[in-house]
């Protein structure tokens, strides 16, 4: 059995920090590094691709809104032609800094709203697959299962790959609760490394009302700018590896 670990990364901007990258890119498979609308410089995305690639971890283009004011977690209306360009610029400026890295992008993640509101939002999702699929026809994207951006990338030809949130709390329909209620974000090292080893066994985990769901995964995210990422990232490693689960990244190659 195997899975892959990622992490959100490159997400400082100037002098203001956020996340422990080089501590948590010794523990991930894969690393989803911001391009700069919502969050990251070019000397942090530089930074970041370099690190990856001499950790030999997947690196993949984190897109998003263009919101670096509310960390790209605001839904904007974005018409889809221009959210189209807007994904393409995203990756072309993280190719850049993968290229004199020695490396390449290798997959395609939206961040936040975006990630949240291509779920349903079908104009936004085919927004989101026609920038991929212009940018490389083969290009691997991550999203939520049963979302309408995986079903649309997969009737594009785009590979797709399904993921599962450490540190999020599900609703019943197995989408993610909005961070304003409480107790969407989850803090105990423990408790998240053994509901992740049931996610890697296909078993069912609680949603925020005690329902049992199963949420078919071939990734694991743990969000860099929670508090005590690292600790939770090495617990869920260590939990997995204990437990027989190898970990490497999903599009099935080392960066």
């Given at each position: 059995?195997r899975?892959?670990?990622?992490?959100?990364?490159g997400?400082?901007?100037?002098?203001w920090?956020l996340?422990?990258?080089?501590?948590?890119l010794?523990?991930?498979?894969?690393?989803?590094?911001?391009?700069?609308?919502?969050?990251?410089d070019?000397?942090?995305?530089?930074?970041?691709?370099?690190?990856?690639?001499?950790?030999?971890?997947?690196?993949?283009?984190?897109?998003?809104?263009?919101?670096?004011?509310?960390?790209?977690?605001?839904?904007?209306?974005?018409?889809?032609?221009?959210?189209?360009?807007?994904?393409?610029?995203?990756?072309?400026?993280?190719?850049?800094?993968?290229?004199?890295?020695?490396?390449?992008?290798r997959?395609?993640?939206p961040?936040?709203a975006?990630?949240?509101?291509?779920?349903?939002?079908?104009?936004?999702?085919a927004?989101?697959?026609?920038?991929v699929?212009?940018?490389?026809?083969?290009?691997?994207?991550?999203?939520?299962?049963?979302?309408?951006?995986?079903?649309?990338?997969?009737?594009?030809?785009?590979?797709t790959?399904r993921?599962?949130?450490?540190?999020?709390?599900?609703?019943?329909?197995?989408?993610?609760?909005?961070?304003?209620?409480?107790?969407?974000?989850?803090?105990?090292?423990?408790?998240?490394?053994?509901?992740?080893?049931?996610?890697?066994?296909?078993?069912?985990?609680?949603?925020?009302?005690?329902?049992r769901?199963?949420?078919?995964?071939?990734?694991?995210?743990?969000?860099?700018?929670?508090?005590?990422?690292?600790?939770?990232?090495?617990?869920v490693a260590?939990?997995?590896r204990?437990?027989?689960?190898?970990?490497?990244?999903?599009?099935?190659?080392?960066?």
């Amino acid at each position: 059995m195997r899975i892959d670990l990622n992490s959100d990364l490159g997400e400082s901007f100037g002098r203001w920090e956020l996340g422990d990258d080089k501590a948590l890119l010794s523990i991930v498979t894969s690393a989803n590094v911001a391009c700069g609308f919502h969050a990251g410089d070019p000397s942090v995305l530089r930074r970041t691709t370099l690190d990856a690639a001499a950790g030999g971890v997947a690196v993949g283009a984190h897109v998003g809104y263009r919101d670096l004011a509310g960390f790209g977690r605001r839904f904007l209306d974005v018409p889809p032609a221009e959210l189209t360009d807007e994904v393409v610029y995203q990756m072309g400026a993280l190719s850049a800094f993968t290229r004199l890295a020695g490396d390449r992008i290798r997959y395609v993640k939206p961040h936040g709203a975006l990630y949240n509101t291509i779920v349903h939002h079908e104009k936004q999702a085919a927004a989101v697959v026609a920038a991929v699929r212009e940018f490389d026809p083969a290009m691997p994207v991550l999203g939520l299962p049963g979302s309408q951006f995986l079903r649309l990338a997969e009737e594009a030809g785009l590979p797709t790959h399904r993921e599962a949130f450490a540190d999020r709390a599900y609703t019943p329909e197995g989408t993610l609760v909005s961070r304003r209620e409480p107790g969407a974000v989850l803090h105990d090292p423990a408790a998240i490394a053994e509901r992740c080893l049931r996610i890697a066994h296909g078993e069912p985990v609680e949603a925020v009302d005690g329902t049992r769901i199963v949420i078919e995964a071939d990734s694991l995210c743990v969000h860099g700018d929670s508090p005590g990422a690292v600790d939770i990232a090495r617990a869920v490693a260590d939990r997995l590896r204990a437990e027989g689960v190898t970990l490497a990244p999903f599009t099935g190659e080392a960066a």
